[in-house]
């Protein structure tokens, strides 16, 4: 989501990584065509964590979901996280 002209840094590559397999939970064909793709926070932990590939710890998955948030490739509604931009994901 960093823009060619934004200073910041990019996300480290195993942050980006937690994005696409949330981003696969959140984009359900079962979910309606104008439903905006998303995922409850408490699941996106069970996801990160359960995913042996990443092998990620609690503070590293919290970590990334902060850091996504802050990014804004998330945005939160309560207790869950919405895609911003889901025609680039879905």
Known sequence: ????TDPRPPLPEWILEC???LCTQACRPDAGEDSVPLIDYDDA???LISDSELALEQRDVEHALTRLLERGYFYEVEDELRITSPEEQC
């Open 19 to 21: 994005y696409d397999r």
């Open 45 to 47: 932990v069970d996801v």
């Open 1 to 4: 989501m960093a823009g060619i």
